[in-house]
Antibody, heavy 126, light 107 residues
Framework: QLQLQESGPGLVKPSETLSLTCTVS??????????WDWIRQPPGKGLEWIGS???????HYNPSLTSRVTISVDTPMNQFSLKLSSVTAADTAVYYC??????????????????WGKGTAVTVSS | DIQMTQSPSSLSASVGDRVTITCRAS??????LNWYQQRPGKAPKLLIY???SLQSGVPSRFSGSGSGTDFTLTISSLQPEDFATYFC?????????FGQGTKLEIK
């Protein structure tokens, strides 16, 4: 059974770079059927899609964060990572990694996040 | 960005009730709509994808419908474990966006 586990510092200082890693177990990150996403949830708020990566290294970012975000993949380690630079208190959130699956139907190509990590809380504070 | 608006924001109901949650997109998204359940302190869990397809392992009391801009999630007979927050999410175009959530509480 595929599992995802986020890891990284729980406390980051303002203006520094937040770095998180998602380790994939029970399956290969190099599968052609999946993308690998980062999503975050500020305390008591809704969900925000940060961006995604394909095993080939192709990335898509949320335009609201694109100037500060880098997502990378390490296929031998079966991991993908998130870096968010110049953080402020507004970046305080639970950060989730997720697998985004693709199903091809007669009516179109449908994506959905079917496996999620448990999430890791990151606080930005001095 | 496509804005997703859910209603209501919160809902009180009893075990056994039939409940419907609505999600509206700011532009047409065909059937590119997913629903997730989130229990307190837990990660979201996929319930429905492509507007009406039930994810494997999800009880059949959950169903989804709609196309275009208006979508619904229905729980036919509420069970104690269904009291949680529900989010819709569009997968029509990036950036993928979520509704603000509907918190389902016990009456």
């Amino acid at each position: 059974q595929l599992q995802l586990q986020e890891s990284g510092p729980g406390l980051v200082k303002p203006s520094e770079t937040l770095s998180l890693t998602c380790t994939v177990s029970g399956g290969s990150i190099s599968s052609s059927s999946y993308y690998w996403d980062w999503i975050r949830q500020p305390p008591g708020k809704g969900l925000e899609w940060i961006g995604s990566i394909y095993y080939s290294g192709s990335t898509h970012y949320n335009p609201s964060l694109t100037s500060r975000v880098t997502i990378s993949v390490d296929t031998p380690m079966n991991q993908f990572s998130l870096k968010l630079s110049s953080v402020t208190a507004a970046d305080t959130a639970v950060y989730y990694c997720a697998r985004r699956a693709l199903v091809v139907a007669a009516t179109g190509y449908y994506y959905y996040m079917d496996v999620w990590g448990k999430g890791t809380a990151v606080t930005v504070s001095s | 960005d496509i804005q997703m608006t859910q209603s209501p924001s919160s809902l009180s109901a009893s075990v056994g009730d039939r409940v419907t949650i609505t999600c509206r997109a700011s532009q047409t998204i065909s059937s590119y709509l997913n629903w997730y359940q989130q229990r307190p302190g837990k990660a979201p869990k996929l319930l429905i994808y492509a507007a009406s397809s039930l994810q494997s392992g999800v009880p059949s009391r959950f169903s989804g419908s709609g196309s275009g801009t208006d979508f619904t999630l229905t729980i036919s007979s509420l069970q104690p474990e269904d009291f949680a927050t529900y989010f819709c999410q569009q997968s029509y175009s990036t950036p993928y966006t979520f509704g603000q959530g509907t918190k389902l509480e016990i009456k």
